[in-house]
């Protein structure tokens, strides 16, 4: 790769705040976690006191630490559009009766893992110069599909400034150009203002769903829809590699890419069954990849699949520290799977850049799916678009602030058939009003 010279950048994490309404109802087929807990009682505070400690956690490392706030629920107008008419109270009524999927999914508080809100492509990769963002369509079900619409408006008003970002419209919604953010995409680089390498991993494409290729836990991502974002980010062809993910790997719960891998600059972590052709990839990061590139396979013999599942070991966060090392952020499941920890061990004991170890506890996250990394959506940006954007980022006085905003709002118990209490669409309005006036005018430097 080529390094864009003089260009100096940083990796910002935007983390989703876990909204009021979190809670367990089994939406996602193939999602082992949340179809295992689905309607079993939530604690929508612990939820997003453990999402900020790890925020906080990243904002201790100097790591820069933004906030994106969570969208309204119970979707009020989603349900209206299916015709649930009359009061506030009386539409929820009439779904729940009727509809409950169509109900529980109007009150799902997905929007938390933002890793799936977009594609991001940095401006040292597209030919125009400028950061890209594609907010990912979520097609594939329901109760993600709401979320589109909110993660482009509020992405466009992020990075409004069209003289360094171009936000695109979610791709156009049907199953052949199923999109799932960036959980199903890696960046291989030197630093992060040189050129990069883009691995796109797909599940399935248009051609071998009309073969009649079916499984029973869905492949999200398609290559049609990764193929077209790497159009929109005006990727050049040789920066590129679409990746097939291992349909038994999905089949098994790997619903997503960053559930078997995870790659940072130059360091590229994964199972050894997760692709279709790892020799693809290998060969391809080889040929182009920064030097020294650490490939880091970890074979079935050390970690079943069913390990790396139950620990989420690859959706740590892996980052890069401001001395120039990396660090996992690793949730406290993989401590706590002795498979996982020993190659977390394998892996800081290595000859690699990764040289600390910090594990998260986010566990109400974890029981629907979701794991550090499926927290953040990881941005890179140089020194004038990070003046140039309208983020807001943690500091110690706004984690405080959010802190007992939550402990004021937010419930410690929410059991399914709490979602239709009137009190909670009440709360969850005034929570979200009380979070627009604490983020309001926040526009500040991670330093």
């Known amino acids: 790769m080529k390094a864009k010279a003089n260009t100096k950048a940083i990796e910002v994490n935007f983390d989703g705040l876990v909204g009021p309404t979190h809670h367990y109802a089994g939406l996602a087929l193939g999602n082992l976690a949340s179809e295992a807990n689905a309607l079993r009682v939530s604690n929508p505070k612990a939820a997003a006191l453990q999402g900020l400690n790890k925020m906080r956690l990243l904002m201790h490392l100097g790591i820069p630490q933004a906030v994106l706030p969570p969208q309204a629920r119970p979707n009020l107008a989603f349900l209206r559009n299916l015709g649930f008419v009359g009061k506030d109270g009386e539409v929820l009524a009439k ?9 529980r999914a109007a009150y799902s508080a997905s929007s938390m893992w933002v890793a799936n809100a977009a594609t991001v492509t940095p401006s040292a990769d597209a030919q125009d ?17 709401l979320e589109a619409e909110q993660n482009y408006k509020l992405l466009k008003s992020i990075f409004s400034n069209e003289r360094y970002f171009q936000i695109h419209a979610p791709l156009f919604a049907h199953a052949d150009f199923a999109d799932e953010g960036a959980a199903n995409h890696n960046r291989i680089c030197g630093e992060y203002g040189d050129n990069g390498l883009h691995v796109f991993v797909y599940g399935r494409s248009h051609a071998s769903e009309k073969s009649g290729v079916s499984y029973r836990n869905p492949a999200r991502q398609t290559r049609e829809a990764s193929r077209s974002i790497a159009r929109l980010h005006q990727l050049r062809t040789e920066q590129v590699l679409f990746l097939k993910q291992n349909p038994a790997v999905i089949e098994q719960g790997v619903f997503h890419n960053d559930v078997i891998s995870v790659a940072n600059q130059n360091v590229f972590v994964y199972h050894e069954l997760a692709f279709e052709k790892t020799e693809q990839l290998v060969e391809f990061l080889e040929k182009r990849g920064s030097k020294p590139l650490y490939l880091i396979p970890v074979s079935v013999a050390e970690l079943s699949l069913k390990d790396a599942v139950k620990s989420y070991l690859f959706n740590s966060q892996l980052v890069t520290l401001p001395n120039g090392n990396m660090a996992l952020i690793a949730p406290i499941e993989s401590q706590e ?6 190659v977390l061990v394998r892996i800081l004991e290595s000859e690699n850049p990764i040289s600390a170890l910090h594990f998260v506890d986010c566990r109400q996250s974890m029981l629907n799916g979701g794991g550090p990394a499926c927290l953040r959506l990881r941005v890179v ?3 004038e678009e990070l003046a140039a954007c309208q983020a807001v980022f943690l500091n ?4 405080q602030s959010l802190v007992t905003w939550v402990e004021r709002h937010y419930r410690d118990r929410l059991a399914p058939e709490d979602l239709l209490d009137p009190a909670l669409l009440e709360e969850s309005r005034v929570a979200l009003e009380a979070l627009n006036r604490i983020l309001q005018n926040k526009k500040n430097m991670p330093y």
Do not use: K, M, S, W
């Open 129 to 145: 110069g400028r950061l890209h963002l594609t907010p990912a369509n979520l097609v594939t079900y329901l109760h993600r599909a």
């Open 337 to 342: 799977n002795p498979a996982a920890h020993r």
């Open 396 to 399: 110690e006085d706004l984690y």
């Open 381 to 383: 940006l140089t020194q």
């Open 95 to 103: 779904a729940y009766q009727t509809a409950p999927d169509i109900f």
